[in-house]
């Protein structure tokens, strides 16, 4: 839990934590997790089924936590959204393929006994010259809980940076809600920023948060802006505190999945601490064919509305499901690190009425799994007394289905490959692997053995490579703050 008495720091340099001096006295934050992935037995259970995902929220509140000075609530730890948060270099995709698996194996770092198959997905980046137009609605909540420095005057700067990045003919309008919602702008030309910014710099907090009457209004302003062949999107931004109309997660979910039959794609970005409510942001980002960041400071804003905007907000491949399949005879236990609220039956792999996450251009997806052979002193699971493992393909591990649909398309595509033994394990490896480590450790470790923080500080050296905007450094600075508070 948080010491009390914390003091946010003034508003500054970019890259300045904002923090919520009602961080602790009136905490309400809600988290959507769930218990870590139990070790399976390949034998019983030989195939992996799971949603993309590449939310970054995640690390974005740890970081906000430790900066604050205290360990972040478990809940609040997604180990796939910390290893997404950073870029690594995967090799792009053949000319008319929208991704590209790159797979690679090394030695665990916490058990020798292991290995850890690293599977990454990069997204093919079209050329920006040509990417079709985008509309995008400005969903902005401007209740009372937003008056913080860290929620509205934060997420103006955020939008206001990202607008730079748009295309002369792509479109705004912005949509406010508390109490009641309204349309602040019209449709207009991004090309006609003084408006926007005009727009944007009038809005004040105050008020309950009538958010589903928000949401339905930003769905009908961006199908109206939509026009064929482009790209539409609500861009939400709050602090999830939906206290009026539709609350409850699950009824969110019924709510944006019948919305995303209008093909708008549903983007969420959070802000502020004390009543962050992350379960209901997960519920729309994953539910809306988007995705769901936080931002704690103008930095991070930078990284997700300007660096990463074409990702962001230019899809290229929706409804994107992994499907591993494990050789019995190479791997007799798996464990998938993360992806534990997107889990999907096996069955729903090749049944495109069941939703999953996109992947935006250019964008990366990392996914880890800590696998054990037959042989390894390491397995956690007695053999069956009349088990017996059938002959197979020797020499591979397993097999990768990567099954997607092309953005107005109905119908999946099929991509599928070995995975083999070796690959490089270079930097980029290894400090997937560290943060990987960082996020169980955080979470209490239960696969870790000895392996502390001390060695996952010195992986995550090991792995930083050029780290030219300096996110590695800093993951290694937070460790270190984990660390120390750890040791309390």
Do not use: C
Request: overall charge negative; charged content about 20%; proline content about 6%.
């Amino acid at each position: 839990s948080a010491p009390m008495g914390i003091i946010a720091p003034a508003p500054g340099e970019l890259g300045q934590s904002y923090e919520d001096k009602a961080l602790v006295a009136d905490n309400t934050e809600a988290f959507a997790n769930a218990a870590a992935n139990p070790v399976k037995v390949t034998a019983e259970e030989p195939v992996s089924t799971f949603s993309i995902d590449v939310d970054t929220a995640s690390y974005a509140v740890v970081r906000s936590s430790l900066n604050a000075g205290f360990l972040p609530d478990p809940a609040s730890v997604r180990v796939e959204e910390m290893i997404n948060y950073f870029p690594y270099a995967y090799a792009a995709p053949e000319k008319a393929k929208a991704f590209r698996p790159s797979i690679s194996v090394m030695p665990t770092p916490w058990n020798p006994g292991t290995r850890l198959v690293r599977i990454g997905l990069q997204g093919a980046l079209p050329d920006g010259a040509t990417r079709p137009a985008l509309n995008l609605v400005f969903l902005i909540d401007t209740s009372g809980s937003m008056e913080e420095p860290n929620k509205l005057p934060l997420l103006k700067q955020s939008l206001a940076l990202m607008l730079g990045q748009l295309h002369a003919n792509d479109q705004v309008a912005i949509v406010a809600y508390a109490g009641s919602a309204g349309e602040v702008l019209p449709p207009t030309k991004a090309s006609d920023k003084d408006r926007i910014l005009n727009a944007l710099d009038h809005l004040d907090a105050g008020g309950s948060t009538a958010g589903a009457e928000g949401l339905e209004l930003a769905y009908k302003v961006a199908e109206g802006m939509t026009e064929k062949g482009e790209v539409s999107r609500v861009l939400l931004a709050t602090d999830g505190d939906f206290n009026v109309g539709i609350d409850d997660p699950d009824a969110l979910k019924t709510y944006i999945a019948a919305k995303r039959e209008t093909g708008v794609y549903l983007s969420v970005l959070g802000f502020g601490r004390g009543n962050l409510d992350d379960a209901t942001m997960q519920a729309l980002a994953q539910n809306g064919n988007g995705t769901a960041s936080y931002i704690d400071t103008l930095n991070e804003a930078r990284k997700v509305l300007v660096d990463q905007l074409t990702g962001a907000l230019y899809p290229i491949a929706d409804n994107v499901k992994i499907q591993v399949e494990w050789n019995p005879a190479e791997v007799a236990e798996y464990r998938l690190i993360g992806y534990e609220t997107r889990a999907l039956a096996r069955e729903d792999f090749n049944n495109d009425k069941v939703d999953a996450g996109d992947i935006g251009a250019g964008t990366q997806v990392t996914a880890l799994y800590e696998v054990t052979a037959p042989d390894s002193p390491a397995l956690r699971n007695d053999p069956l007394r009349y088990g017996k493992v059938a002959a197979s393909e020797k020499g591979e591990l397993g097999y990768l289905r990567l099954r997607s649909v092309a953005p107005g398309e109905t119908a999946s595509t099929l991509q599928e490959t070995p995975i083999l033994a070796g690959g490089e394990v270079d930097d980029d490896a290894r400090f997937a692997a560290a943060i990987a480590g960082f996020g169980q450790l955080l979470t209490g470790g239960k696969y870790l053995g000895d392996w502390g923080w001390d060695q996952a500080i010195e992986l995550a050296r090991s792995g930083r490579g050029s780290d030219d905007f300096g996110y590695r450094i800093e993951a290694v600075n937070l460790m270190r703050m984990a660390a120390a508070l750890s040791a309390k």
